[in-house]
């Protein structure tokens, strides 16, 4: 199985940037299909982002769209997500997730989660 470590969250002033990293460790040599969701209790489970195992394909939440970068780099076995203008109700844990397929919206497809990582927005 493959693991997955977010970092980067913290405490940011409203309009402000943020950029979360997932590293792996372990699994296969294949590359995966890597995904961000957050979870706040306002909101629950909602999708941000995705990238497909070749970079080739992106996908981002309507809601967020233009705020939102996601990028891996292979060499690193690692994700990133840049969030910019980020607004106090972006405020959720962020999660990194992966699988072995095509990129989905639909968290119950992904098959590997780290641990979150907090992510607050004051104003």
């Known amino acids: 199985q493959v693991q997955l470590a977010e970092s980067g969250g913290g405490l940011v002033q409203a309009g402000g940037s943020v950029k979360l990293s997932c590293l792996t460790s372990g699994g296969t040599r294949h590359p995966y299909a890597f995904a961000w969701f957050r979870q706040s209790p306002e909101k629950g489970r909602e999708f941000v982002a995705a990238i497909s195992a070749n970079g080739a394909v992106t996908r981002y939440t309507d809601s967020m769209k233009g705020r939102l970068t996601i990028n891996r780099d292979d060499g690193k076995k690692a994700v990133y997500l840049q969030m910019i203008t980020l607004r106090p109700d972006d405020t959720a844990v962020y999660y990194c997730?992966?699988?072995?397929?095509?990129?989905?919206?639909?968290?119950?497809?992904?098959?590997?989660w780290g641990q979150g990582t907090q992510v607050t927005v004051f104003s």
């Open positions: 997730a992966a699988r072995w397929g095509l990129v989905s919206s639909e968290s119950d497809r992904w098959d590997y």
